[in-house]
Structures are given as C-alpha cells and as structure tokens.
C-alpha cells in the first residue's frame, strides 16, 4: 500500500515570495491533515479536512496561508508572502474514519521550506 | 481541548541502558494516546498507541508504554537502548471521535557508544 506522498521536499525562497506544497493521501483515508513542525518543536495542526470540506482551521495564519482539497483526494497547501518564522517542515497525513478508527494518523516524509 | 507535556528535549542514554521517556497528558475526556518516532529527514512513524484495551501496551522496535490514569501519564521504555534508536520520539493525544492529534515538544534521544 502506498503511503502519503508529498512535494517537493526541500523548497527555499526568499521572504515575501510563495510557495505551494502538495499532499496525495493514502487511498481511501478520508480525513487529511497539514501539520507545522518548526525546528525543536512537536507538529502543529495546521488545517484538517474531511473529504473536500474544511473541519478545522482554526490554528491556520489565513491571512497568509491557504490549503485546498479539490475533489477530496489531493491537497495543496499555499503560503503567499511568506515570513522568516515560516521556515519548517510542512507535514502531511492521513486517516480513516468509522466505528473501527483509534486516532492513528499516517505521515509523509514532509516538506522542508527555508525562507531566506 | 487536550495537551501532552514531554519533559527535556535531549536525552542521553548510554548503549544497552534503559530508555525513559516521560510523558503527560491532559485531556477532559477518556483519550488516545500515542508515541511517535521521527528519525532525520523522515516523517513520523507510530511506534505505539493506547486505545483503552490493555493499559501495557507494546510497540515496534522493543518499545512499550503503560497507560496510568491516576497519574495521567504515558511513559516510553525500552529495557535496552541500540544505536538504531537515535531520533526524536513524540508523544501525542487525542479525544476520541474528534480525529485530531496535540503533540508533545518531543525528545531527541541520543545514544552514547
């Protein structure tokens, strides 16, 4: 079974410039997270969808970031302009739903973005 | 909403010595409890969840947590530590039926020769 894929990798721009990073979940999960880890810290819940709707975005900077998840399958996660402090590992991740779900989330390998 | 607390972000532990990772959790609701690993430059890796069966729980890699309600903690051992085992560990919980996890600040675990 594939896992999360995302891209790319490692991105570095300069301030007040955007970047876009893209999430393809497990096949089937419904539910998709974007996560913030800065370095030292633990992740940070960004954004969560359930299909294409938005379930949760109350820790998402919105007058800078957005994420969409056209079609319920692909997400994308854009920041336009970005700041220093937004220098991190963008975190994608999946999961399932129903009666049968314990809460464990399935991670890509990130994207790592270096504002300069 | 909930909270985990991960005490000392670098840990040091010589080779073949007890791995002690503390980890407390606040949440108003019976909650899930997970340990997740990071080794450099991957994502994380779930090395062991609580979901209310048993309140030992074993995971990957020789790990285990015991889930203590009384003292609303989730601590990580491994009765002997490999060179393998340096990377970042992560505790995390959720409130059930809310699909979301609060993670800990993590540990960087370092293995001494």
């Known amino acids: 079974e594939a896992g999360v894929a995302q891209s790319p990798r490692y991105k570095i721009i300069e301030k007040r410039q955007s970047v876009a990073f893209w999430c393809n979940p497990i096949s089937g999960h419904a539910t998709l997270y974007w996560y913030q880890q800065i370095l030292g810290q633990g992740p940070k819940l960004l954004i969560q969808?359930?299909?294409?709707?938005?379930?949760?975005d109350s820790q998402l900077p919105k007058d800078r970031f957005s994420a969409e998840r056209l079609k319920g399958v692909d997400s994308t996660l854009k920041i336009q302009p970005a700041k220093l402090e937004d220098s991190a590992v963008y975190l994608c991740a999946s999961s399932q739903r129903g009666p049968g779900f314990t809460g464990e989330l399935f991670f890509g390998e990130g994207s790592r973005l270096t504002v300069l | 909403a909930q909270s985990v607390t991960q005490l000392g972000s670098h840990v040091s532990v010589s080779e073949g010595a007890l791995v002690l990772l503390r980890c407390n959790y606040s949440s108003s609701v019976p909650p899930y409890l997970f340990w997740y690993v990071q080794y450099p430059n991957q994502g994380l890796q779930l090395l062991l969840k609580?979901?209310?069966?048993?309140?030992l729980v074993k995971g990957i890699n020789g790990f285990e947590a015991e889930f203590k309600k009384s003292e609303t903690s989730f601590h990580l051992t491994k009765p002997s530590a490999h060179m393998s085992d340096a990377a970042e560990y992560f505790c995390a919980v959720s409130e059930r039926g809310n699909n979301r996890l609060a993670f800990g600040k993590g540990n960087q675990v370092v293995v001494i020769p």
């Open positions: 969808f359930q299909n294409n709707g938005v379930v949760d």
């Open positions: 609580y979901t209310s069966a048993a309140t």
